[in-house]
C-alpha cells in the first residue's frame, strides 16, 4: 500500500466516524486502566456489564482495595480468567496507592510495571485516557493491518512498529480505535463484510467476499 493509499484509507476511516473512542465504559484514567485489564480475552459488552455494577460502589484505588480479594470477585466472576484478573487488579491498587499517590502514571515504564498491565493495555491507556498517538495492536487490529496492506508483520509488535512508521500523523490518535472498530464490525474473521466496506478498493486482501 502506498503513502497516498494509507492516507486515503483513514480521510475514509475518519469520514464514517470522525470521533472513535473506545467501546469500554469509564469516567476516569482508573476505571479504564480496571476495565482494560478486564477486558483480556473477554467482550467489550461482557466488561462494561460488570463494571457498571463495580464502579457504583469503588472507583478508586483505594475502594477496590477496601473490597478485598473476595469482594472484587462478587464483581468480576462474569468475566474469564476473573480469579487471575482480580488478583492482579488488586496488587496494582496497591502500587497505585503507595507508589503514585492513587493515580494512574502517564508513562509507559510505570504502566508496564504494573500487574496484569503488558504492552497493550498501556498503549491503550495511554491512548484513550492520556490522548498520546499509540496504537494498541489486539487480534483486530493485526487481523485488518495484514489483509489490508496497510502494516503486514507476522507479529504483533512488528505489525505496532510497523503502523507506527506508516500512519499520517494527522490521524495517529485515532488509529487506534479506527482499525479495532473496523475489525471488529466490517473486518471481522471468518466472513468480512467486503461488500459494506468502505476501503474495499484500497485493500489487498485477495479472498475478499463479494455479497
Known amino acids: 500500500m502506498t503513502p497516498r493509499q494509507r492516507t486515503t484509507l483513514f480521510e475514509r476511516l475518519k469520514q464514517a466516524n470522525p470521533a472513535p473512542t473506545t467501546e469500554l465504559r469509564y469516567t476516569s484514567p482508573f476505571e479504564l486502566l480496571v476495565a482494560v485489564i478486564l477486558s483480556a480475552q473477554s467482550t467489550d459488552k461482557g466488561v462494561n456489564k460488570a463494571t457498571a455494577k463495580l464502579f457504583n460502589v469503588a472507583n478508586t484505588p483505594q475502594q477496590i482495595l477496601d473490597l478485598g480479594l473476595r469482594g472484587l470477585k462478587r464483581y468480576t466472576k462474569t468475566i474469564g480468567l476473573y480469579n487471575t484478573k482480580s488478583a492482579n487488579i488488586l496488587k496494582t491498587c496497591r502500587i497505585l496507592v503507595a507508589q503514585h499517590h492513587g493515580q494512574v ?12 498491565v503488558g504492552r497493550k493495555t498501556a498503549n491503550v491507556v495511554l491512548n484513550t485516557a492520556f490522548g498520546h498517538p499509540t496504537i494498541a495492536v489486539d487480534t483486530h487490529i493485526f487481523r485488518v493491518a495484514n489483509r489490508t496492506g496497510l502494516a503486514p508483520g507476522k507479529t504483533v509488535r512488528a505489525v505496532e512498529d510497523k503502523l507506527n512508521q506508516v500512519v499520517p500523523e494527522r490521524y495517529q490518535h485515532d488509529a487506534h480505535h479506527w482499525l479495532i472498530l473496523h475489525g471488529r464490525y466490517t473486518c471481522i474473521a471468518r466472513k468480512p463484510r467486503c461488500g459494506s466496506c468502505v476501503i474495499f478498493d484500497l485493500c489487498e486482501y485477495r479472498d475478499k ?3
Open 105 to 116: 502514571p502517564h508513562t509507559r515504564e510505570a504502566l508496564e510495571a504494573l500487574p496484569g
Open 209 to 211: 467476499v463479494i455479497t
